[in-house]
């Protein structure tokens, strides 16, 4: 969604609160964000999206007027999409969640809520794992965290070849570069969860065919030194609950 058609999807809120559009250079990469806010005493909720993804996939919270009551929200593209340098990923979930805290360390709200979808999910968890004082209330939606649930998709790598990537649309190379790479990012996360000492709130569905149930149980397994974990399992839910379900996100913020 280009900027102008945000500033059209956010007219409303924006006669009360501040719209911002813009990009942070961090790490050598231009990091492009939507914020919308009104007093930065308010907490800050951060949307992070899967992948493929951009931050307008969750341009209805920027516009929710019940969350905006409570929150300042910052919507993010990750790296390689959206128009955060389009097309030029970062496989790596450890530099991906750094590059992120350092655009999110630059808000000025002393408190937060990471909101994770799909591979959203797994990057949140490092942030929390890097920075866990800073990270102390995370919400996963249909995370993709367990390595032992990562699906074998034996596809992939040959349309990873330089003669195929061509042939396909920028988005989904670097959406397969990055799932290519899950599963070790994933192995390699495994001693760093009990890191993590906030709140953590998960919602998985028990019809996702893209993130299997069961995500949620391997979280609340290794998330032994959380303050509290709670898991919200939609046994009819899909892999789209950010979409279908956004009233449950937003209550579960407020619940925050």
Not at 107 to 117: L, T
Request: net charge negative; aromatic share 8%.
């Amino acid at each position: 969604m280009s900027d102008s058609k945000q500033l059209k999807e956010l007219a409303e809120v924006s006669i009360k609160y501040d719209v911002d559009i813009g990009y942070k250079e961090v790490s050598g990469r231009q990091i492009h964000y939507t914020y919308v806010s009104s007093d930065s005493s308010k907490p800050l909720a951060v949307f992070i999206h899967g992948s493929p993804g951009s931050s307008s996939n969750f341009i209805q919270f920027a516009k929710d007027t019940a969350l905006l009551s409570e929150y300042n929200v910052l919507l993010l593209d990750r790296p390689g999409f959206g128009y955060s340098d389009f097309g030029k990923g970062e496989p790596s979930i450890l530099i991906q969640a750094s590059i992120l805290h350092d655009v999110i360390r630059e808000f000025p709200e002393n408190d937060r809520v990471v909101v994770g979808h799909s591979l959203g999910g797994p990057i949140i968890v490092r942030m929390a794992m890097t920075e866990p004082d800073f990270y102390r209330k995370l919400l996963v939606i249909a995370g993709s965290v367990s390595p032992e649930l990562e699906p074998e998709e034996k596809w992939r790598k040959p349309l990873d070849s330089p003669l195929l990537r061509w042939l396909m649309p920028r988005s989904f190379c670097v959406s397969n570069q990055e799932i290519l790479l899950a599963k070790e990012n994933l192995i390699e996360m495994e001693r760093d969860w009990k890191k993590v000492l906030g709140l953590v709130h998960i919602i998985q569905g028990g019809k996702d065919n893209l993130v299997p149930a069961g995500n949620e149980d391997y979280a609340k397994m290794m998330l032994i030194n959380a303050e509290d974990v709670v898991l919200h399992k939609l046994l009819e839910a899909n892999h789209f609950i950010p979409f279908t379900l956004p009233e449950l996100v937003r209550d579960i913020l407020l619940d925050f």
